[in-house]
Protein backbone atom coordinates (compact mmCIF):
# COMPACT_ATOMS: atom_id res chain seq x y z
CA UNK A 1 0.00 0.00 0.00
CA UNK A 2 0.68 3.68 -0.15
CA UNK A 3 1.87 5.22 3.06
CA UNK A 4 3.07 8.70 4.18
CA UNK A 5 6.22 7.61 6.58
CA UNK A 6 8.44 9.97 9.03
CA UNK A 7 11.99 8.36 9.29
CA UNK A 8 15.18 9.75 10.88
CA UNK A 9 15.58 11.82 7.42
CA UNK A 10 12.00 13.41 6.55
CA UNK A 11 8.43 12.68 5.33
CA UNK A 12 8.76 10.65 2.12
CA UNK A 13 5.91 8.74 -0.03
CA UNK A 14 6.26 4.56 0.75
CA UNK A 15 4.38 3.06 -2.42
CA UNK A 16 5.38 0.06 -1.31
CA UNK A 17 4.90 -0.43 2.47
CA UNK A 18 3.41 -3.77 3.47
CA UNK A 19 -0.17 -3.47 4.78
CA UNK A 20 -0.60 -3.59 8.45
CA UNK A 21 -1.47 -6.66 9.87
CA UNK A 22 -4.35 -6.41 12.45
CA UNK A 23 -3.36 -7.09 16.36
CA UNK A 24 -5.83 -8.55 18.59
CA UNK A 25 -8.89 -6.81 18.96
CA UNK A 26 -7.65 -4.40 15.66
CA UNK A 27 -9.39 -4.40 12.35
CA UNK A 28 -8.38 -2.84 9.17
CA UNK A 29 -9.77 0.07 8.06
CA UNK A 30 -9.39 1.33 4.02
CA UNK A 31 -8.71 5.32 4.55
CA UNK A 32 -11.36 7.07 2.43
CA UNK A 33 -10.21 10.62 3.28
CA UNK A 34 -7.73 12.37 5.90
CA UNK A 35 -7.30 15.63 7.45
CA UNK A 36 -3.57 17.71 8.13
CA UNK A 37 -3.39 18.69 11.65
CA UNK A 38 -0.55 20.97 13.49
CA UNK A 39 0.08 18.07 15.56
CA UNK A 40 1.63 16.25 12.12
CA UNK A 41 3.21 19.58 11.61
CA UNK A 42 4.93 19.16 14.93
CA UNK A 43 5.23 15.80 14.58
CA UNK A 44 7.86 16.59 11.48
CA UNK A 45 9.52 19.32 13.28
CA UNK A 46 10.94 16.63 15.87
CA UNK A 47 7.99 16.28 18.88
CA UNK A 48 7.84 13.15 20.42
CA UNK A 49 10.93 11.59 18.07
CA UNK A 50 7.37 9.89 16.30
CA UNK A 51 8.20 7.66 14.01
CA UNK A 52 6.60 5.87 11.43
CA UNK A 53 3.30 6.68 9.32
CA UNK A 54 1.94 10.04 10.18
CA UNK A 55 -1.92 10.73 10.36
CA UNK A 56 -4.89 10.52 12.87
CA UNK A 57 -7.60 12.54 11.46
CA UNK A 58 -9.63 10.17 9.16
CA UNK A 59 -12.63 8.57 7.60
CA UNK A 60 -12.29 5.22 6.33
CA UNK A 61 -14.27 1.87 5.20
CA UNK A 62 -14.67 -0.88 7.90
CA UNK A 63 -13.46 -3.84 6.09
CA UNK A 64 -13.92 -6.46 9.00
CA UNK A 65 -15.57 -6.86 12.36
CA UNK A 66 -19.01 -5.38 13.60
CA UNK A 67 -19.10 -2.58 11.65
CA UNK A 68 -17.45 -4.07 8.44
CA UNK A 69 -18.79 -2.01 5.25
CA UNK A 70 -19.56 1.31 7.58
CA UNK A 71 -18.08 4.32 7.31
CA UNK A 72 -15.98 5.08 10.55
CA UNK A 73 -13.94 7.23 12.61
CA UNK A 74 -11.65 6.15 15.25
CA UNK A 75 -10.57 7.76 18.34
CA UNK A 76 -6.78 8.11 18.30
CA UNK A 77 -5.47 6.86 21.72
CA UNK A 78 -5.52 2.77 21.94
CA UNK A 79 -5.53 1.93 25.26
CA UNK A 80 -4.88 -1.60 27.59
CA UNK A 81 -8.49 -1.24 29.22
CA UNK A 82 -6.60 -3.54 32.10
CA UNK A 83 -4.39 -1.41 33.46
CA UNK A 84 -5.87 1.14 37.19
CA UNK A 85 -5.59 3.75 35.02
CA UNK A 86 -8.22 2.34 32.43
CA UNK A 87 -10.00 0.89 35.06
CA UNK A 88 -10.16 4.41 36.47
CA UNK A 89 -11.98 5.54 33.32
CA UNK A 90 -8.66 7.43 32.24
CA UNK A 91 -8.37 5.46 29.25
CA UNK A 92 -6.64 8.25 26.93
CA UNK A 93 -3.92 8.76 29.53
CA UNK A 94 -3.27 4.49 29.61
CA UNK A 95 0.42 4.53 30.45
CA UNK A 96 0.54 1.69 27.87
CA UNK A 97 -0.96 3.13 25.46
CA UNK A 98 -0.12 3.95 21.41
CA UNK A 99 -1.54 6.43 19.65
CA UNK A 100 -2.26 6.11 15.91
CA UNK A 101 0.13 8.23 14.14
CA UNK A 102 1.06 9.83 17.10
CA UNK A 103 3.02 7.43 19.33
CA UNK A 104 3.79 3.89 18.66
CA UNK A 105 1.00 3.05 15.83
CA UNK A 106 0.80 3.43 12.23
CA UNK A 107 -1.30 6.26 11.60
CA UNK A 108 -3.99 6.92 8.96
CA UNK A 109 -2.01 9.05 6.28
CA UNK A 110 -1.77 5.55 4.17
CA UNK A 111 -4.50 3.44 2.34
CA UNK A 112 -5.19 0.82 5.17
CA UNK A 113 -5.00 1.02 8.69
CA UNK A 114 -5.26 -0.93 11.52
CA UNK A 115 -7.38 0.53 14.63
CA UNK A 116 -8.18 -0.93 17.73
CA UNK A 117 -12.58 -2.61 16.75
CA UNK A 118 -13.60 -0.22 20.22
CA UNK A 119 -12.09 2.71 19.05
CA UNK A 120 -14.61 3.00 16.09
CA UNK A 121 -17.42 5.19 15.55
CA UNK A 122 -19.91 4.65 12.67
CA UNK A 123 -20.71 7.96 10.90
CA UNK A 124 -24.39 8.86 10.15
CA UNK A 125 -25.19 8.61 6.75
CA UNK A 126 -26.12 12.06 6.78
CA UNK A 127 -22.46 13.28 7.51
CA UNK A 128 -20.76 13.31 4.09
CA UNK A 129 -17.03 12.42 4.29
CA UNK A 130 -15.56 15.46 3.67
CA UNK A 131 -17.40 16.92 6.73
CA UNK A 132 -16.98 13.45 9.07
CA UNK A 133 -12.68 14.02 8.71
CA UNK A 134 -13.21 16.64 11.22
CA UNK A 135 -14.56 14.77 13.84
CA UNK A 136 -11.19 14.25 15.71
CA UNK A 137 -10.22 17.65 15.84
CA UNK A 138 -14.07 18.95 16.76
CA UNK A 139 -14.12 16.48 19.45
CA UNK A 140 -11.12 17.67 20.46
CA UNK A 141 -12.61 21.39 20.62
CA UNK A 142 -15.70 19.57 22.51
CA UNK A 143 -13.02 18.81 25.50
CA UNK A 144 -12.75 22.04 26.55
CA UNK A 145 -15.88 22.38 27.55
CA UNK A 146 -16.21 19.12 28.95
CA UNK A 147 -13.98 20.12 31.56
CA UNK A 148 -14.42 23.66 32.05
CA UNK A 149 -17.90 24.63 32.45
CA UNK A 150 -18.81 27.53 30.21
CA UNK A 151 -21.85 29.84 31.02
CA UNK A 152 -24.07 32.31 28.66
CA UNK A 153 -23.03 35.38 30.37
CA UNK A 154 -19.19 34.05 30.43
CA UNK A 155 -16.41 35.92 28.30
CA UNK A 156 -14.69 33.66 26.29
CA UNK A 157 -11.42 34.49 24.33
CA UNK A 158 -10.08 32.06 21.80
CA UNK A 159 -6.58 32.52 21.13
CA UNK A 160 -5.23 31.44 17.41
CA UNK A 161 -7.48 31.82 14.03
CA UNK A 162 -6.02 28.23 12.75
CA UNK A 163 -7.85 25.09 12.44
CA UNK A 164 -8.40 24.22 16.12
CA UNK A 165 -9.05 28.14 17.37
CA UNK A 166 -12.07 27.83 14.42
CA UNK A 167 -13.80 24.88 15.62
CA UNK A 168 -12.86 25.87 19.44
CA UNK A 169 -14.64 29.32 18.87
CA UNK A 170 -17.59 27.49 17.37
CA UNK A 171 -18.47 24.89 19.94
CA UNK A 172 -17.55 27.29 22.61
CA UNK A 173 -20.17 29.91 20.74
CA UNK A 174 -22.95 27.47 21.28
CA UNK A 175 -22.54 28.09 25.16
CA UNK A 176 -21.45 31.73 25.64
CA UNK A 177 -22.86 34.66 23.95
CA UNK A 178 -19.41 36.30 24.10
CA UNK A 179 -17.05 34.61 22.34
CA UNK A 180 -13.92 36.68 20.54
CA UNK A 181 -11.43 35.06 18.11
CA UNK A 182 -7.71 36.67 18.43
CA UNK A 183 -5.82 36.24 15.85
CA UNK A 184 -3.12 37.69 13.32
CA UNK A 185 -4.74 36.90 9.93
CA UNK A 186 -7.58 39.24 8.96
CA UNK A 187 -8.45 36.84 6.55
CA UNK A 188 -8.55 33.82 8.49
CA UNK A 189 -10.83 35.93 11.15
CA UNK A 190 -13.21 37.07 8.57
CA UNK A 191 -14.29 33.22 8.74
CA UNK A 192 -15.90 34.07 11.71
CA UNK A 193 -17.64 36.91 10.50
CA UNK A 194 -20.62 34.34 9.08
CA UNK A 195 -20.82 32.58 12.33
CA UNK A 196 -21.81 35.99 14.28
CA UNK A 197 -18.62 35.28 16.63
CA UNK A 198 -16.02 38.73 16.90
CA UNK A 199 -12.91 38.34 15.37
CA UNK A 200 -10.21 40.38 16.30
CA UNK A 201 -6.45 40.78 15.10
CA UNK A 202 -3.88 40.76 18.34
CA UNK A 203 -2.97 44.01 18.35
CA UNK A 204 -6.68 45.10 18.75
CA UNK A 205 -7.29 42.61 21.63
CA UNK A 206 -8.89 43.56 24.72
CA UNK A 207 -6.34 45.39 27.06
CA UNK A 208 -8.14 45.04 30.39
CA UNK A 209 -7.79 41.38 32.19
CA UNK A 210 -11.61 40.43 32.14
CA UNK A 211 -11.96 37.30 30.14
CA UNK A 212 -13.54 34.30 32.73
CA UNK A 213 -12.40 31.34 30.07
CA UNK A 214 -9.19 32.10 27.85
CA UNK A 215 -8.12 28.98 24.93
CA UNK A 216 -4.80 28.72 23.87
CA UNK A 217 -5.10 27.26 20.25
CA UNK A 218 -2.23 29.49 19.44
CA UNK A 219 0.19 26.90 18.72
CA UNK A 220 3.19 29.44 19.86
CA UNK A 221 5.53 29.53 22.86
CA UNK A 222 3.95 32.81 23.29
CA UNK A 223 0.27 31.80 23.43
CA UNK A 224 0.50 31.13 27.57
CA UNK A 225 2.11 34.84 27.95
CA UNK A 226 -0.72 36.47 25.95
CA UNK A 227 -3.55 34.27 27.80
CA UNK A 228 -2.57 35.06 31.03
CA UNK A 229 -2.64 39.21 29.74
CA UNK A 230 -6.29 38.55 29.17
CA UNK A 231 -7.74 35.90 32.18
CA UNK A 232 -9.25 37.71 34.80
CA UNK A 233 -7.93 36.54 38.65
CA UNK A 234 -9.33 33.21 39.36
CA UNK A 235 -9.94 32.74 35.47
CA UNK A 236 -9.41 29.79 33.77
CA UNK A 237 -6.56 29.53 30.88
CA UNK A 238 -6.80 26.08 28.69
CA UNK A 239 -3.83 24.99 26.55
CA UNK A 240 -5.12 23.43 23.19
CA UNK A 241 -1.83 23.09 21.72
CA UNK A 242 1.31 20.76 21.87
CA UNK A 243 4.01 22.60 21.18
CA UNK A 244 8.03 20.81 20.11
CA UNK A 245 10.03 23.97 21.83
CA UNK A 246 10.74 24.50 25.06
CA UNK A 247 9.30 27.56 26.47
CA UNK A 248 10.29 29.51 29.67
CA UNK A 249 7.34 31.76 31.40
CA UNK A 250 7.38 32.98 34.56
CA UNK A 251 4.71 31.27 36.52
CA UNK A 252 4.73 33.61 39.59
CA UNK A 253 0.99 35.88 37.96
CA UNK A 254 -0.78 32.36 37.78
CA UNK A 255 0.36 32.29 41.58
CA UNK A 256 -0.89 36.10 42.63
CA UNK A 257 -3.88 35.84 40.27
CA UNK A 258 -5.13 32.13 41.62
CA UNK A 259 -5.49 31.66 37.77
CA UNK A 260 -6.72 27.98 36.96
CA UNK A 261 -4.75 25.82 33.84
CA UNK A 262 -5.45 23.39 32.16
CA UNK A 263 -4.18 21.18 29.69
CA UNK A 264 -6.86 19.66 27.47
CA UNK A 265 -6.80 17.09 24.53
CA UNK A 266 -8.88 14.65 23.24
CA UNK A 267 -12.27 14.98 23.23
CA UNK A 268 -15.69 13.27 23.01
CA UNK A 269 -16.16 11.54 19.63
CA UNK A 270 -19.54 10.90 20.33
CA UNK A 271 -20.72 14.72 20.81
CA UNK A 272 -18.65 16.00 17.54
CA UNK A 273 -20.44 13.57 15.13
CA UNK A 274 -23.95 15.01 16.44
CA UNK A 275 -22.73 18.46 16.04
CA UNK A 276 -21.50 17.68 13.18
CA UNK A 277 -24.63 15.57 11.88
CA UNK A 278 -26.93 18.77 13.31
CA UNK A 279 -25.15 21.14 11.32
CA UNK A 280 -23.94 22.85 14.50
CA UNK A 281 -20.85 22.90 13.70
CA UNK A 282 -19.59 24.41 10.15
CA UNK A 283 -16.20 22.69 9.12
CA UNK A 284 -16.50 23.18 5.18
CA UNK A 285 -15.09 26.81 4.87
CA UNK A 286 -11.80 25.60 6.82
CA UNK A 287 -11.55 23.53 3.89
CA UNK A 288 -8.30 25.25 2.25
CA UNK A 289 -7.09 22.56 0.19
CA UNK A 290 -7.25 18.53 -1.44
CA UNK A 291 -4.38 16.24 -2.49
CA UNK A 292 -4.54 12.41 -3.34
CA UNK A 293 -2.43 10.44 -0.74
CA UNK A 294 0.07 9.95 -3.44
CA UNK A 295 1.01 13.80 -3.47
CA UNK A 296 1.24 13.78 0.61
CA UNK A 297 4.40 15.34 0.87
CA UNK A 298 3.23 18.28 -1.03
CA UNK A 299 0.14 18.51 0.81
CA UNK A 300 2.10 18.61 4.01
CA UNK A 301 3.81 21.67 2.58
CA UNK A 302 1.03 23.15 1.97
CA UNK A 303 -0.83 22.61 5.52
CA UNK A 304 2.59 24.20 7.44
CA UNK A 305 1.68 27.53 4.88
CA UNK A 306 0.48 30.39 6.48
CA UNK A 307 -2.98 31.18 5.53
CA UNK A 308 -3.82 27.82 5.60
CA UNK A 309 -6.43 26.05 7.34
CA UNK A 310 -7.46 22.33 6.44
CA UNK A 311 -5.57 20.24 3.82
CA UNK A 312 -7.76 16.63 3.00
CA UNK A 313 -5.49 14.26 1.22
CA UNK A 314 -7.83 11.17 -0.26
CA UNK A 315 -6.52 7.52 -0.52
CA UNK A 316 -8.62 6.63 -3.74
CA UNK A 317 -6.78 4.10 -5.46
CA UNK A 318 -5.19 5.59 -8.32
ZN1 LIG B 1 -4.92 16.40 15.23
ZN1 LIG C 1 -4.29 0.98 30.39
Redo the contacts with the bound molecule.
Keep these: MRALLLDGSGVRLDADRPDPVPAAGEVLVRVLQAGI????LQLIQGYKGFRGVLG??FVGLALGGLHEGRRVVSEINCSCWTCETCAAGRQGHCPHRTVLGILDHDGAFADLIAVPERNLHVVPDSVETEVAVFT??VA?AFQVPSQVPVARDDRVIVLGDGRLGQLCAQVLAGLSDHVLVVGKHRQKLSLLDGLGIEGRLLHERPADRTADLVVDCTGSESGLATALDLVRPRGTIVLKTTIARTQTLSLAPVVVDEVTVVGSRCGPFAAALDALAGGLIDVRPLISDRFDLSEGVRALERAAEPGVLKVLLSAQQP
Design positions: CETDHEEPA
